[in-house]
């Protein structure tokens, strides 16, 4: 799973400096920064370049934190660095306001003179905007630019700004001098306007009938709290600052922490009290086929996540079809294992709870944990001149998911850091409860998350125009993450160890077993309880892995999806090359032109692909 850049965050609209009543004259603000950052376009290779990239700093004036994290955020662009994206309805409009002015100049462009370059960058940009425009039309939720986390639900356990500006200020956020540290603060003074404009939102949603599943309010109820108690004697959000100002004169704690405490708690106490009152009137009905245009969201969502117009009935069938095929080559090794009697999901269930494969529940299982995730870094790292041509630095490093976030958060999730290299890529793993990991399950998570995943794929995505290394796509951006896990074991990972085998193709048919669940709740009625029982006893999955899963993708509906579509499509794509090149074929030169083509929709992939064959046949 990726995270853009290093911090997962919605990015919306250009928040002004402060806590002030600046905010309300961004449309003219974002209009003088786009006039500054190139001239209007005519026709034209040059024309196209100087608008793509006029277009990428309106997204990031909506956008400040990617801002951050990409590493962007300085020069004339400096001021970002002191700026939150607005999570407030207007800051939805004006977000979708400049995505329909931008996209009409983009269609107005004359295709003709492009290089390949620009015409796939202007097919990715329509592709993200007409999709990201299609879901503002509908009456609620947050849209993901060009990005992969879509909900209905503007604050749930894994979504809002509670959980996203603690990550962004701690991991992402520099703080070298006292100007970094004054951007620190103006940012912690825009929390809470975000945390209100949330809450009225969340309101807005509740008078329409949408309320989110109870367990999931049980989650975030609980989350909540946490970081209310947190805040209250200042917490992380002073301490991150406190610990990077010792050497910088100034009152950094006092004036943080009294920001905190007088601001963001009151804010965070508003939002907690709206969150109960959804608790009071909610259900455990888990689909959004049960609430207003539900299935309306979850068609878009399905569309925006796979980037194809696959029905829920097709994704379905398709993900029983591929978990069929995966189980398949699993058996003949657990019987080789002495593993014989049970389903495929029986016998891996068995394999989970041996002893051997287990961390011990404690600070030096968690330890363990991350060691052995670092070796398998290193040893793919040997492997990776077999793969590519040409190497990137794979800067990562693998940090723990804040505690307070972890009952919601997914066993781990990763992304490439900022494009001058200064912030590093990481790989957030979840040690709340070790029983999520085990020794044969951790090697291609590393890979997944790590390298050649996310922040692999990522540092490849940094070199293209900004624009493409602002937006994402879930089917490209998972599927290429599952693409690295099978690198993994084509590139030699599992020799000798048919254990870390099995690790790896449980890894790929969870992903198939997710279309199932994400189609099963959100389309076929399924309860929650039903989707927790399927996947646990299906593929073999402990119940403190599966449970928060199925969480996610009640909360994230559609995006569950993404990961094995994707994956089965880079496959296609690779046996089609094989096919049509023959002894021409060379996996350097194929792994090369999917990730230098970037981060695109599946069809766009095809192009990519389709000119690496040309390419090569010479």
């Not at 003179?113 to 960058?121: E, F, N």
Request: hydrophobic share 40%; with cysteine; charged share 25%.
């Amino acid at each position: 799973m990726t995270k853009t850049s290093s911090a997962l965050t919605r990015r919306e609209t250009l928040l002004a400096l402060g806590a002030g009543t600046a905010f309300l004259a961004l449309p003219r603000c974002s209009a003088r920064l786009a006039t500054a950052a190139a001239p209007q376009p005519r026709n034209g290779g040059s024309d196209a370049a100087a608008l793509l990239d006029e277009m990428a700093w309106n997204l990031l004036a909506h956008d400040p934190e990617q801002a951050t994290s990409k590493g962007v955020d300085t020069g004339v662009h400096a001021g970002l660095r002191s700026k939150l994206a607005d999570r407030s309805q207007a800051g939805r409009e004006a977000l979708a306001a400049t995505l329909r002015r931008d996209l009409a100049r983009l269609s107005a462009l004359d295709p003709a003179p492009l290089d390949p370059v620009a015409r796939t960058t202007a097919e990715v940009v329509t592709s993200a905007y007409r999709t990201a425009l299609d879901g503002f039309a509908l009456p609620y939720g947050d849209v993901a630019v060009g990005g992969w986390r879509n909900t209905p639900y503007p604050v749930i356990q894994n979504v809002g700004e509670y959980l996203d500006a603690p990550n962004l200020l701690d991991a992402d956020h520099p703080v070298r001098d006292a100007t970094g540290a004054e951007a620190y603060l103006s940012r912690l003074a825009a929390i809470p306007h975000n945390l209100d404009g949330e809450t009225d939102r969340i309101r807005s949603a509740r008078a329409m009938g949408l309320v989110p599943p109870s367990f999931l309010l049980d989650r975030t109820i609980a989350q909540l709290s946490q970081s209310i108690a947190d805040a209250r004697g200042g917490g992380a959000l002073v301490a991150s600052l406190t610990r990077r100002t010792t050497t910088i004169p100034g009152n950094w704690d006092a004036r943080a922490r009294a920001i905190v405490t007088s601001q963001v708690v009151p804010a965070l106490e508003r939002q907690l009290t709206e969150i109960r009152a959804e608790r009071a009137v909610a259900t455990d009905v888990a689909g959004m086929w049960s609430r207003p245009h539900g299935d309306e969201f979850y068609s878009w969502a399905l569309r925006a996540d796979t980037t194809t117009r696959r029905t829920a009935d097709e994704i379905h069938a398709l993900g029983r079809e591929e978990l069929a095929a995966l189980q398949a080559k699993m058996d003949p090794i657990l019987r080789g294992l002495g593993f014989t009697t049970g389903t495929v999901g029986e016998r891996m269930a068995a394999l989970g709870k041996d002893p051997r494969f287990k961390f011990p529940a404690s600070d030096a299982g968690r330890a363990q944990i991350v060691a052995l995730m670092q070796q398998k870094l290193d040893y793919i790292r040997t492997r990776l001149p077999v793969a590519f041509r040409t190497l990137v630095r794979g800067n990562l490093e693998i940090r723990r998911i804040a505690p307070a976030e972890e009952a919601g958060a997914p066993g781990a999730y990763g992304g490439p850091g900022s494009i001058d290299g200064k912030i590093p890529g990481k790989i957030w793993i979840n040690l709340g409860d070790t029983d999520r990991h085990s020794k044969f399950s951790l090697p291609t998570l590393a890979f997944h998350e790590g390298i050649p995943g996310h922040v692999w794929q990522g540092e490849y995505a940094n070199k293209l125009p900004l624009i493409r290394s602002l937006l994402g796509f879930s089917a490209y951006t998972e599927g290429w993450a599952l693409y690295a896990e099978t690198l993994g074991d084509e590139l030699g990972a599992y020799e000798g160890d048919p254990v870390g085998q099995l690790g790896y193709l449980q890894s790929i048919a969870f992903r198939a077993c997710r279309m199932v669940v994400d189609t099963g709740l959100h389309a076929k009625r399924w309860t929650r309880a039903q989707a927790i029982e399927w996947f646990s006893t299906t593929n073999g999955s402990g119940l403190s892995e599966v449970t928060p899963e199925v969480d996610r993708y009640c909360s994230w509906p559609g995006q569950a999806c993404a990961y094995k579509m994707g994956h089965s499509e880079i496959l296609r794509q690779r046996e089609r090359a094989k096919l049509a090149l023959g002894a021409r074929y060379d996996l350097r030169d194929f792994d090369q032109a999917v990730v230098d083509g970037g981060n695109v929709p599946l069809d766009v992939l095809a192009h990519n692909v389709n000119r690496y064959i040309a390419s090569a046949r010479g």
